[in-house]
Structures are given as C-alpha cells and as structure tokens.
C-alpha cells in the first residue's frame, strides 16, 4: 500500500498549513525530572516528561514546523524581492560539489540572473561544544573546505570563511555578509537538529526583513523528512514499515533519487569583483578540538580528504564488497562494510548518491535482485529513518528517551566503570578491542557500537547519555539522529529499540561475530598470544595466566548477576 503524504510537510518548506501554536509561559515544561540532580553533573539536562506529551498532543509547536511557518509568512515577501549583484550559497555539514540541492539551485538563480556565486561558510565553536563534535571530525570538516577551496576557485567561486564565537550571532551576521556582497538571494541546506532548525526559521525571517529571498531546502535526507506517515497518518516508529513506506515512496518518485548537478564557472569577472574574497583561510580548530600532528597524520591515511576520496570509495565498496555485505557485514574483523559514515557526516558524499549509486549497479533496483546491494540500501535508509524520528519527536534531543516511562528508569554513575569501558579496560575481550578500536580510529563497527552500548546500559546500568556523548566526543562520523537511534537501541528506551529483556551476552557475541578472534587479536594486545576459544574470555577458559601476564584486566562484572539487575530496573521503572 503507497504510503500516505503527511499534511505538515513537504519537499519544499513552503507553502504548508502550520496548525500548533506555541503554548508561552507553561512551567510544567520546565520543570525538571526526578533524576535531573545525578544528570546535571554530567551536563545533561533533563526536564519532565511533560514536554514530550505537549509534542506528542500537538499544543508545543515543533521546530519543523517553526521553520514551515516562518517560511509560510514570508512567502509573499519573497517573492517581491529582486535580483541583486550576487548570490550566497552558505555551507553547513554539506560539504561538496556533487548533488548538492540548495548549492545547485543556488548556481541556477546565479546563472539566470548573471550573478556571480559566492560560498560562505561559518565555524561556531559553540556549535561544535554543544553538539560535542570530536576533533576528528572537525578536521576532517576542514580539511574538506580546503579541498572545496580548490575546486571552488577553479570554477572562479571564492569560499569566505570565518569563525563567529557566538552561535547566536550567525543569522545576523550571515545577513550582514550577504548586505556587504550585495546579494539577494541565499541559500542553504536544512539541518534537522532542534538548534538549527530554529536558528533556521530565525533566519528566514531576518532574511525577508532585510530584502533577502531565504528559503532553505531538504537535502540531507533520501525522502524529506514528514513524506511517510503510516495509514493512520502518523509517523512510524517502527523501522521494518517505515522501510516498506520508504520504497514505496521512491518507487512512487523516481526524482526523489536525481542527483544535483554541481555548479558551473562564474560568470564574468568574478575574480576581480570579489578579489579578496578568493584564498580566505581556512578557519582554526578551536583550541578544545585540535589533533596532535600524529592523530592529524593518522586521520588523513584512514579518511582521505573531501567528495572525489567519498565517490571513488563508494563506487570501489559496492564493486568489490557490495554483494558480499549481507553475507559478511556483521563480521567485525572483515573489514566488509563500505566506512563511508565519515563522508555522510561531513556531507561530503549525500545519501541520495549512495543510493541511487547503489540502485544502479543493482540492476536499477531497490529491493531486488541482490540482496547485499539491498541491505546496504536498507543501512543507508536507516540514517534517513533516524533524522525522521528526530524531526518528529524533538525531545529526543533533550535527552528524553522516546516513551517516557524510559526516562524514570534509574540509571547508576558509577565513575571507575565508566572509565573502564571509556578505556577498553572492562575485562571483556570484544568490548575492549571495540572501545580500542575507537580511541584509534575514531570509528567502530556497527555491529560492536551495539555491543558495547548494550554493555554500558545494561551489563553496567550507566546512563545511557554518557555513552551517547562520549561517542560523539570521539567518533569521527558522530551524527545527533544516528548516534542518539543507536543509543537508543542498545540501551532500549529508543525507536524501535531491542526489547530490554533480550540482553546481549558480550561473550556469546565475541564467539558469533569474531568467531577466531582475530579483532580482538588486533585491538587487544594483551591477549595475542591467547589459543582458541578462550580469546573470548579469557579468565574463564584456561587463559588466566596469559591474561594477567600481559596486564589484562579481570572482568568488572559478572554478565548473569548484571543482567539480572538491569532486568528488575527495568521491570521497575517499566512497572511490569
Ligand atoms: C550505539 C550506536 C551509535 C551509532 N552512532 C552513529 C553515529 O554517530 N554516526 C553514524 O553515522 N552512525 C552511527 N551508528 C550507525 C552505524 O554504526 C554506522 O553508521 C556504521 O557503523 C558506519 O560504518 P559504515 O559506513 O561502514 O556503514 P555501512 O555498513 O557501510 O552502511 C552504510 C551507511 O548506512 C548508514 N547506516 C548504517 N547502519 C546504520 C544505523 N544503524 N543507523 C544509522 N545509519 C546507519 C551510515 O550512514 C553508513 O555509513 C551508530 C550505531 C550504534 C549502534
């Protein structure tokens, strides 16, 4: 059954009946949850359970619908604004040439009206603090805008780019620059975190106040978010129908899949007229996310820069290891998945390329044919499916959990085993060789990411929020919507979680995934020289000796007494 359109959104932002109305002055959303004092230590803020009900009954408005609004009411004044002498293309996390919609619609509104293209883009160490973005992933973005740069400047663009300190100040100050430049018409991506969308709408409004056509665009995702919305016209929180509404949808609207063309030269003598807009350095890391020259120097060898490194991976993964992902993608030692989440998450390479890439060498199809090409499809998909919960359900992003009744449940702080796990240190082999894995190469397998963090919620009981941070602050793809979905499905108090009653057990893990341990061999030095099975557990099966000779740790916990407290705290807090 096609699914059906969602009435609050669209591919274009504008032109849609908003029908919330922020509630003003309510202090029931404000007030703050029971277990808000252990948090707050930890930097997480977290209110009542009120907030998410007033989204969920409609009487607070969600910042989707914020930016809808704020584009509805300008509309008209849009449209009487005219053409001035440059057009500004403003770059956030998308970073490239190739499809890339607001940068190509940008191009078009340049090219028709003879205007020149300007791209600006601003770094907010602010921004950077409050999403906790890990210094590799903030070199990794600037080392993509110097790549950008160049191929900007052979098309005779200039990129300005600029540090702005305070994460408020940008919608003025982009508004300035467009003033300063001459320009009428800016365009953007939409991000789709609380913040921004918000900091989006905001701008909307400057923009039309100040004679400046702003209307940003959905690029980020495959289908825009609020498209799918199940026969009851809600949104799903269920991945295996919204999946089923995601194909439909696409099969229904092949252009959802056209990628952008990238822009063309300037027209004129853009050089001369915008001279000192051309060779603008490229910001510093703030001095909190800066690299040592070895990370730096590590970094570049596993994640070459910018959008020719993302394409040539993404047509070199899917010809060499696309058939063979279904069959060996949960292998952690195979090296079978495509290490493409850095690109997505800088914007280097868009889903909508991934996919279509994908579909093409997939016979042009999207759920037949061969089913490597089409899980990996359906992987793709669930970066989209996590950034629709997002939009929907915004209190995911204020640390809620997605039913409420998740957000009671009483989670234990202890310090030392937080750090344990932190350092890979907890005693179990494939928990370790994952947390190592990460300190290494700012990135982990998807199939330990579960593990571990199914670990640290259950087998320790830590709040699941400082895992989800301490993965932001060290991976080096670290995206709010996925790195919150998948917190959310390990610790089981997201969409779509794993049921909290199945448990992962880490060493029957181990055994399924690195079923001869040679992950753990490469991560866990300590345990090379251990024979067999007993790589799994070391202290259990006969490898004592070894373990401690080496230095590595006992286990911190017992996994059947542990599992046993998470299920009566869950059951607890659940009331079953
Ligand atoms: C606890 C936890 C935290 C996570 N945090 C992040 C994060 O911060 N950023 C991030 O991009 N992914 C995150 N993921 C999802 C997933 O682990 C990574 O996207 C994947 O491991 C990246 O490796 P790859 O590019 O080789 O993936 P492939 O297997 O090649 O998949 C291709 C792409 O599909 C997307 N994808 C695959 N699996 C998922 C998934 N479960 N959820 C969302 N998108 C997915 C990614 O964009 C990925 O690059 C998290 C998963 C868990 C369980």
Request: with cysteine.
């Given at each position: 059954?096609?699914?059906?359109?969602?009435?609050?959104?669209?591919?274009?932002?504008?032109?849609?009946?908003?029908?919330?109305?922020?509630?003003k002055?309510?202090?029931?959303l404000?007030?703050?949850?029971?277990?808000?004092?252990?948090?707050?230590?930890?930097?997480?803020?977290?209110?009542?359970?009120?907030?998410?009900?007033?989204?969920?009954?409609?009487?607070?408005?969600?910042?989707?619908?914020?930016?809808?609004?704020?584009?509805?009411?300008?509309?008209?004044?849009?449209?009487?604004?005219t053409?001035?002498?440059?057009?500004?293309?403003?770059?956030?996390?998308?970073?490239?040439?190739?499809?890339?919609?607001?940068?190509?619609?940008?191009?078009?509104?340049?090219?028709?009206?003879?205007?020149?293209?300007?791209?600006?883009?601003?770094?907010?160490?602010?921004?950077?603090?409050?999403?906790?973005?890990?210094?590799?992933?903030?070199?990794?973005?600037?080392?993509?805008?110097?790549?950008?740069?160049?191929?900007l400047?052979?098309?005779d663009?200039?990129l300005?780019?600029?540090?702005?300190?305070?994460?408020?100040?940008?919608?003025?100050?982009?508004v300035?620059?467009?003033?300063?430049?001459?320009?009428?018409?800016?365009?953007?991506?939409?991000?789709y975190?609380?913040?921004?969308?918000?900091?989006?709408?905001?701008?909307?409004?400057?923009?039309?106040?100040?004679?400046?056509?702003?209307?940003?665009?959905h690029?980020?995702?495959?289908?825009?978010?609020?498209?799918?919305?199940?026969?009851?016209?809600?949104?799903?929180?269920?991945?295996?129908?919204?999946?089923?509404?995601?194909?439909?949808?696409?099969?229904?609207?092949?252009?959802?899949?056209?990628?952008?063309?990238?822009?063309?030269?300037?027209?004129?003598?853009?050089?001369?007229?915008?001279?000192?807009?051309?060779?603008?350095?490229?910001?510093?890391?703030?001095?909190?996310?800066?690299?040592?020259?070895?990370?730096?120097?590590?970094?570049?060898?596993?994640?070459?820069?910018?959008?020719?490194?993302?394409?040539?991976?993404?047509?070199?993964?899917?010809?060499?290891?696309?058939?063979?992902?279904?069959?060996?993608?949960?292998?952690?030692?195979?090296?079978?998945?495509?290490?493409?989440?850095?690109?997505?998450?800088?914007?280097?390479?868009?889903?909508?390329?991934?996919?279509?890439?994908?579909?093409?060498?997939?016979?042009?199809?999207?759920?037949?044919?061969?089913?490597?090409?089409?899980?990996?499809?359906?992987?793709?998909?669930?970066?989209d499916?996590?950034?629709?919960?997002?939009?929907?359900?915004?209190?995911?992003?204020?640390?809620?959990?997605?039913?409420?009744?998740?957000?009671?449940?009483?989670?234990?702080?202890?310090?030392?085993?937080?750090?344990?796990?932190?350092?890979?240190?907890?005693?179990?082999?494939?928990?370790?060789?994952?947390?190592?894995?990460?300190?290494?190469?700012?990135?982990?397998?998807?199939?330990?990411?579960m593990?571990?963090?199914?670990?640290?919620?259950?087998?320790?009981?830590?709040?699941?929020?400082?895992?989800?941070?301490?993965?932001?602050?060290?991976?080096?793809?670290?995206?709010?919507?996925?790195?919150?979905?998948?917190?959310?499905?390990?610790?089981?108090?997201?969409?779509?979680?794993?049921?909290?009653?199945?448990?992962?057990?880490?060493?029957?893990?181990?055994?399924?995934?690195?079923?001869?341990?040679?992950?753990?061999?490469?991560?866990?030095?300590?345990?090379?020289?251990v024979?067999?099975?007993?790589?799994?557990?070391?202290?259990?099966?006969?490898?004592?000796?070894?373990?401690?000779?080496?230095?590595?740790?006992?286990?911190?916990?017992?996994?059947?007494?542990?599992?046993?407290?998470?299920?009566?705290?869950?059951?607890?807090?659940?009331?079953?």
């Amino acid at each position: 059954m096609p699914p059906k359109k969602r009435k609050t959104s669209d591919a274009s932002i504008e032109g849609q009946n908003g029908t919330y109305a922020i509630k003003k002055g309510r202090p029931d959303l404000h007030r703050p949850h029971p277990n808000a004092k252990q948090t707050e230590d930890f930097g997480i803020v977290l209110r009542d359970n009120e907030r998410c009900e007033a989204y969920n009954n409609g009487t607070l408005e969600r910042p989707i619908e914020t930016l809808e609004k704020a584009c509805r009411e300008t509309a008209q004044k849009r449209q009487s604004i005219t053409p001035g002498n440059a057009v500004v293309h403003w770059f956030k996390r998308d970073l490239r040439l190739h499809d890339n919609r607001a940068l190509h619609l940008a191009y078009q509104t340049a090219r028709e009206n003879q205007n020149p293209l300007i791209a600006l883009y601003i770094q907010s160490p602010q921004d950077l603090a409050a999403h906790i973005t890990s210094p590799a992933q903030v070199d990794l973005s600037l080392r993509t805008l110097r790549q950008l740069q160049r191929d900007l400047g052979e098309l005779d663009i200039p990129l300005y780019m600029e540090t702005q300190e305070t994460r408020k100040a940008i919608p003025r100050r982009v508004v300035e620059l467009c003033q300063q430049w001459g320009a009428k018409h800016l365009y953007a991506n939409i991000e789709y975190e609380v913040d921004e969308l918000r900091r989006e709408a905001k701008l909307v409004r400057l923009c039309a106040e100040n004679d400046i056509h702003f209307a940003p665009s959905h690029d980020t995702c495959v289908v825009t978010p609020g498209l799918l919305a199940s026969q009851q016209g809600r949104q799903y929180a269920v991945f295996t129908w919204w999946f089923r509404s995601w194909l439909a949808f696409l099969k229904e609207n092949p252009d959802y899949l056209e990628v952008s063309e990238e822009p063309g030269s300037n027209p004129g003598d853009a050089r001369g007229q915008f001279a000192n807009l051309f060779n603008c350095a490229v910001p510093e890391a703030p001095r909190n996310k800066q690299l040592s020259d070895e990370e730096k120097s590590r970094f570049e060898k596993l994640y070459p820069t910018g959008e020719h490194e993302a394409l040539q991976r993404l047509e070199k993964f899917l010809e060499e290891k696309g058939r063979g992902y279904e069959a060996g993608r949960n292998i952690v030692a195979k090296e079978q998945t495509s290490v493409l989440s850095p690109y997505f998450a800088s914007g280097a390479l868009s889903a909508r390329t991934a996919v279509a890439t994908a579909k093409r060498v997939n016979k042009n199809h999207l759920d037949r044919y061969d089913q490597g090409y089409m899980t990996w499809i359906s992987e793709v998909a669930w970066r989209d499916f996590y950034k629709h919960v997002l939009v929907h359900w915004p209190f995911m992003g204020m640390n809620k959990c997605f039913k409420p009744e998740h957000t009671d449940i009483e989670w234990e702080y202890d310090e030392e085993q937080f750090q344990a796990w932190c350092d890979g240190k907890t005693g179990f082999p494939l928990v370790d060789a994952a947390m190592r894995q990460m300190r290494h190469m700012a990135w982990m397998h998807n199939r330990t990411r579960m593990v571990v963090s199914s670990f640290l919620s259950k087998d320790l009981l830590l709040d699941w929020r400082r895992g989800e941070q301490y993965f932001m602050a060290n991976l080096i793809d670290g995206d709010f919507a996925s790195n919150h979905g998948g917190w959310g499905f390990g610790s089981s108090t997201g969409v779509d979680p794993q049921p909290y009653f199945r448990i992962f057990n880490p060493i029957r893990q181990s055994e399924r995934f690195d079923p001869d341990g040679q992950y753990i061999r490469r991560w866990v030095p300590e345990l090379r020289s251990v024979q067999g099975n007993a790589i799994h557990d070391p202290y259990d099966r006969g490898a004592a000796a070894t373990a401690e000779k080496h230095g590595y740790p006992r286990p911190i916990v017992q996994h059947a007494a542990s599992r046993d407290r998470a299920l009566e705290r869950f059951k607890r807090a659940l009331k079953k």
